[in-house]
Each structure stands twice: as structure tokens, then as C-alpha cells.
């Protein structure tokens, strides 16, 4: 007689079927790392650095088990062994990144030991544009996170593309010191102009295309924690 599955809910729902497959700590992470594109184990261990070698190793050959992703040896040079999504994991990138958004708008200030990966500044912004703002608008933003890392996003007619890299001829250049300091800016706890005064953030063009990013990716707050019991 085979185990007993011990993760299993005992639910005949699609939601505790998606936890059963996504839900352990660490897989959809792993997920998040994968929507961007393949990437080798080594990849994927360094934009999760707290992550046990052999958790990481259980994590995706459980993903890969249930259909999530795959193994492919990539013929190029060097590239080696990759993992990738299946088009059954790569179903979860709207899910992701709706979630992403609802989980911004509790994030406070990082703590110490806190990373932002170049994947989750990517994602950052996919995550909080706002197409309906951005219909008729042609502008592309160049950010820099203490040069340490730099993407740029190209907007065009209510549609972004997200890219590692400089940009040249960016209509914006942002230049943050951190990727908090560009939260208080999507979130609104900081102004356009404030955070130029401050030194939060530098910019090379016109502050109004600044005030503008404000409004095209942006974190609506959350509501605030009720207190007591509610009686209707």
C-alpha cells in the first residue's frame, strides 16, 4: 500500500490543489525566478541565497514532477542544463504577478538581511503598471539602483516591456538608492519632487515624466487592519 501523501489537504478543490503543488515554502519562488526565463541550478540558488541546497533540489524536481517545469539542455555554449516553465507553469504569470501587487502593498521597509534581485526589480514593474494610464503614452525610464543593477521599461500604448540594462536615449533616467526608496515613490508616501529634494532619488530629464512613472506603476495602499469585532 503506498503512504499516505502527509502535504495533501484532503480537499476535492482546486485551491488546495494548487497549494499542494505551489504552496511549499520556497516553490513559488522558485516559479517567480522562472517567469523571466530559464535559468541554471546555480541561477536560481543565487536569487534565493537563503535557500538550502537540498530544499532547492527537492523544490524542483517536485515542480517538475507536477507538469510545473522542466529540464532542458540548452545548446549554446556553456548554458548546460536549465530549468524552464512548462506552459502549465507558465499559466501562472498573471496569478504571480496579481499576487506580487497585493503583497507590495504590505511591504514595509527591508530588514537587513533582505535582497532585491534584479528579477524582483523587473517584476516590480510589470507587477504595478497601470495600462490604462499608459494608453497614448510613448516614454521609456532608465533606473538605476546604485548602479549595481539597472533595468529600463519601454512604454508604449497602454503595453511595458521590462529589460535588464541601460537604455540608450531613455527619456527618464532614475537613479535610486534603494528599491524601498522607489516603493515610497510607486506607493505615494513620496512625491515626485520630494524625493529629488531629499536625495532619494536623482534624476537625468523632466520631473514631470518622473511625476508621470508615479501614476503608471503604482501601489494602492492597503486597507488598514480592523480593530476589534465588527458587528453588522
Avoid at 31 to 46: C, F, H, I, M, T
Avoid at 156 to 181: H, I, N, Q, W, Y
Wanted: proline share 6%; charged share 25%.
Amino acid at each position: 500500500m503506498p503512504a499516505p501523501n502527509t502535504r495533501a489537504y484532503g480537499q476535492f478543490c482546486g485551491i488546495a490543489r494548487a497549494l499542494e503543488i505551489i504552496g511549499e515554502r520556497w516553490s513559488l519562488l522558485i516559479v517567480r525566478d522562472l517567469v523571466l526565463g530559464p535559468k541554471r541550478y546555480d541561477e536560481l540558488q543565487a536569487g534565493l541565497p537563503k535557500i538550502p541546497p537540498s530544499i532547492l533540489s527537492a523544490r524542483l524536481n517536485e515542480l517538475e514532477a507536477t507538469g510545473v517545469l522542466r529540464r532542458r539542455v540548452r545548446a549554446e555554449l556553456d548554458a548546460g542544463l536549465v530549468y524552464e516553465l512548462t506552459q502549465y507553469g507558465s499559466e501562472l504569470d498573471s496569478i504571480l504577478l496579481d499576487l506580487g501587487l497585493w503583497g507590495a502593498r504590505s511591504l514595509d521597509q527591508p530588514g537587513p538581511d533582505d535582497v532585491f534581485t534584479l528579477d524582483s526589480a523587473i517584476l516590480s514593474l510589470y507587477t504595478t503598471f497601470r495600462a490604462d494610464v499608459a494608453e497614448g503614452v510613448q516614454l521609456t525610464y532608465e533606473i538605476r539602483y546604485d548602479d549595481r543593477m539597472i533595468v529600463h521599461a519601454l512604454i508604449e500604448d497602454g503595453a511595458v516591456k521590462v529589460g535588464e540594462g541601460r537604455f540608450p536615449g531613455a527619456d527618464l533616467v532614475v537613479k535610486a538608492t534603494s528599491g524601498a526608496a522607489m516603493l515610497d515613490l510607486m506607493s505615494g508616501q513620496l512625491t515626485a519632487a520630494e524625493a529629488v529634494r531629499t536625495g532619494k532619488l536623482a534624476i537625468e530629464g523632466d520631473v514631470a515624466d518622473l511625476e508621470l512613472l508615479t501614476r503608471l506603476f503604482h501601489v494602492p495602499a492597503a486597507p488598514e487592519p480592523p480593530s476589534g469585532i465588527v458587528v453588522r
